[in-house]
């Protein structure tokens, strides 16, 4: 386990003023605390996410791809994963038996309608690896927003 540069936290602060009024006593205590996130905390990272064509029309096929490396030392049993545009799920699934250090893509087709649509996609979205808050972030990869004429 790794522990982060300042492994503690203030248990207790208090401020008291002497009988004089003009003194200030100061209670400080610190407790060492283990910290759980280090760098095998991290599970799963998506390394690409793309929406193509750039430049779409009325009926154009758009395909929508994602790629999600396993990032942890261990062999990952499953990994769930989701494609959305606009707030809908277009794709989902689950991977299977998935290597330290593999990486595979997912990708669905979409036929485009007119209008303004974002595009995400996200790595195991209700975190059933219990991945920290902290080494969430690279799950959800920025999305593309896309204007269909």
Request: aromatic letters at 8%; charged letters at 35%.
């Amino acid at each position: 386990m790794i522990f982060h540069k300042y492994p503690y936290k203030i248990v207790e602060f208090k401020i008291k003023k002497g009988k004089t009024g003009r003194k200030m006593k100061k209670k400080l205590s610190l407790k060492k605390v283990k910290t759980t996130h280090s760098k095998k905390d991290d599970k799963v990272m998506v390394t690409r996410f793309s929406v193509s064509p750039a430049e779409l029309k009325k009926g154009d096929k758009v395909t929508i791809k994602m790629t999600i490396r396993n990032v942890s030392e261990k062999l990952l049993k499953h990994i769930p994963w989701q494609i959305v545009k606009n707030k809908k799920i277009l794709c989902h699934g689950v991977r299977n038996e998935v290597p330290s250090g593999d990486s595979f893509t997912v990708s669905v087709s979409w036929t485009a309608i007119k209008g303004n649509h974002f595009f995400y996609g996200d790595a195991d979205p209700k975190n059933i690896l219990k991945e920290p808050k902290i080494k969430q972030f690279n799950n959800l990869p920025q999305g593309a927003d896309r204007r269909v004429k």
